[in-house]
């Protein structure tokens, strides 16, 4: 469950940023916190060899952990998970954090871990964009909440992003997520072009083709909605909003070229994993700093 391609070099959760340079550092203990939050439950739910029953539990014991880090006045020291929820706790009540974007990204883990076990296909883009709305969008909401912006049109371009980002995510890692019996092709999109989404590398080279144009147009167009986000977030009158509208410029950027490999992979998407290699990245880098610092 990630938002951002998945071969960036320095993260192992991809959804939240890396507390770099580039992140001021009245919060950049917040974001490592929200970041060991995230990756923890993505461990839960990924790493190992339990069954899916014990990794469901794992999250509801995880879950119960994040309550009780919201409602204690401190994370004792024999507390479950005391590491990663003690800084947790600090970062919730420093910057007044709302807490269901957390469980929703809990949600979407256990989501994860019952339809792999269920072999479940997602129906539509509706049911799609309903898991987005877990895995992806709480993640733009919450760094937007660190910075103090909450209008609507801000959080609408956000959510937009990320869904777009979960998208490239999924179209890229399509023969990775078969092979782990994950299966996020829609049906609505597939069954058309008659595709199987459990097994669409059976599908004629020709349907294989259609079907990523069909996955990456709806899915450049959401990146587009939200593309002038940086922008806004720039002209933010809170010290640090620059540097921020740099980082997630570059994050949309990423997104972009992402996308564009996988369409030049065309019906070879299907079995091949696209790969940003180190001239992909300078070109992201310089796109995202002529986006921002142009006029």
Sequence with gaps: ??????????????????????????????????????????????????SAEQR???????????NAACASPDVASGQPWHAVMQPLQAAIRQHSLPQQPLHDLITAFERDVRHTANGHVYADWDELADYARHSANPVGRLMLHLYGIDDAESLAQSDAICTALQYYNFWQDISVDIARQRYYLPESV???????????????KNAQ???LQTLLDPTDALMQQGS????????????????AALELQMVVQGGWRIGQKTRRLGAAAVTTRPVLHLGDWLLVAARGLGKQLLP
Excluded at 9 to 31: D, K, M
Excluded at 58 to 64: D, I, M, P, S
Excluded at 190 to 204: K, M
Excluded at 229 to 241: I, N, V, Y
Aim: proline share 13%; with cysteine; aromatic share 6%.
């Design 1 to 50: 469950m990630r938002t951002a391609p998945d071969n960036h070099p320095s993260t192992h959760y991809e959804n939240f940023p890396v507390a770099g340079w580039l992140c001021p550092q009245p919060i950049r203990p917040a974001v490592v916190a929200l970041y060991h939050f995230a990756r923890t439950a993505d461990d839960l739910a990924d790493e190992g060899d339990a």
């Design 56 to 66: 469901l539990a794992n999250l509801q014991g995880y879950r119960e952990a994040l």
């Design 190 to 204: 597939c069954q058309p072009l008659g595709i199987d989404p459990r097994q669409p590398q059976t599908a004629s």
């Design 209 to 211: 083709a259609r079907l």
């Design 228 to 243: 002038p986000l940086p922008r806004r977030l720039a002209q933010h009158p809170r010290k640090g909003s620059r540097m």
